[in-house]
């Protein structure tokens, strides 16, 4: 059973502290930039891959380290990943984050996370979350990919056009949600051939 409860967070308005600047480090700063552009994310390493910097200074709101992780890192963060090639570094992240109260994602190790990042299908306002419950990254990969290739671009002016019908319902909360579920059924309604 999946017992994740989904969220999306405004990344732009919180503190994110990546441990490891080499390919992981890479795929999961790559990520985040694609989600929110403008998350504030500080990035922690020895040493950074050419992949790695070339991401990292594409984007304003990055700041690079050089350094060894160390606990005074984790100051003013909210959300933590240790992406580092060892595994004993990557517990001390985990353990020390959770010693504050922070959410930490340690990269390959699902049971030292408190939190996934799966795969994401973004359509302009519209965001999908796909959760494997960390089973198997590569299926939400494959629907992911899916899901970008059944949804339409246009679903985007879907969503202003529902937006708009939506302000101008007058009434109580049970009368809007009753005539924005009638006219949101036909998109959930199967074709009879």
């Known amino acids: 059973m999946n017992h994740l409860y989904p969220i999306f967070l405004k990344l732009h308005e919180l503190n994110v502290l990546i441990v490891g600047g080499g390919f992981v480090g890479t795929e999961k700063l790559q990520f985040i930039l694609k989600s929110s552009p403008e998350a504030q994310v500080r990035v922690v390493s020895k040493e950074f891959c050419s992949q790695f910097l070339e991401l990292a200074l594409e984007a304003k709101n990055v700041t690079l380290i050089e350094d060894s992780y160390h606990e005074k890192y984790l100051a003013g963060k909210h959300l933590v990943i240790g992406a580092t090639d060892d595994k004993n570094v990557n517990l001390q ?20 996370c408190d939190f996934y990042l799966g795969g994401i299908v973004t359509k302009g306002n519209l965001k999908v979350a796909i959760s494997t419950n960390g089973k198997s990254p590569t299926a939400a990969k ?30 109580d909360f049970e009368y809007k949600v009753k005539a924005m579920n009638e006219v949101t059924e036909e998109l959930v309604r199967k074709v009879e051939v």
Do not use: M, S
């Not at 992240?93 to 030292?112: H, Q």
């Not at 290739?149 to 969503?159: K, R």
């Open 93 to 112: 992240i985990r353990n020390e984050a959770k010693e504050r109260f922070l959410l930490v994602n340690v990269a390959d190790t699902p049971e030292l």
């Open 142 to 171: 494959r629907i992911r990919q899916l899901l970008e290739e059944v949804l339409p671009e246009e679903f985007d002016d879907l969503l202003d056009n529902l937006n708009a019908y939506r302000a101008t319902l007058k009434g």
